[in-house]
């Protein structure tokens, strides 16, 4: 997975370059013991069905880069939200072309999530894909680990500040935003139980250290288990630029940003 550090990812004309992956051939060399000679008859590949292509093949994407199309869908994806305890309704996000008609914005597999088994209410339920919603599982039980560990309390609601949007990103120009396929959140601010309120405006800080607040130090924490243990793999925040300064925007692009 392509990975752009935070300084590549403020200079736009390395971005653009950035963007392009050299892939190369599959490294030849001795093979595995067991492994069959090269002609001799082996047991038979289990058939695996071909994957849901992400994109109807009404669109033509044929110039659309890699980066910038909707993810596809995760076979048993709902499965797995239901089996994890998760509470969410399917809520089709039929897939159309931006008003200018070079790129598509929706998704295949778009779930409205409501609620996860760390019990954490949203200011209004994400409607997001299904995978970004298995993420929040992950996320929500990282943010109540910490919230245990430095308020001795648990967090009782998100507040979010969107999920779809078809649009570019802002500042970059021919970058779509993970917004335009249901495939990013945004979250404010965490309200733990007792009422108190943690926003990453007030509370994030700015530079590399974490404030000396127990608020700071909690969205500091959640951060960067969030990055480190891959939950998603874009974390913008307030040290990331001004369109930041007041949300974490948190998605799943083909490409990771650690924006910490």
Known sequence: MLRLDLAS???KPLLAGLLTLTTGEPATGAAEPGA?????AGPAAPAVAAPEPAVDPRFDVSAISEYNLPPAPRAGCEAELAKAGAQFKASPLEMHWNRSRDFLCGAKQVVR???GPAAIRYSSSPRVTCTVALALLRFEAIVQEEAERV????VTSIEQMGTYNCREIAAYDGWVSQHSFAHAIDVKRFV???GREISVQKHYGRGPDAPAHKEGQFLRAVARRVVSEG?????LTPNFDRAHHNHFHLDLAAYVVDGT
């Open 151 to 154: 308020f001795g309390r648990k």
């Open 192 to 194: 733990l139980k007792g």
């Open 113 to 115: 999530y409501q609620r």
């Open 36 to 40: 069959a000679e090269p002609g001799a």
């Open 9 to 11: 990812a403020l200079v």
């Open 231 to 235: 939950v998603f793999h874009v974390v």
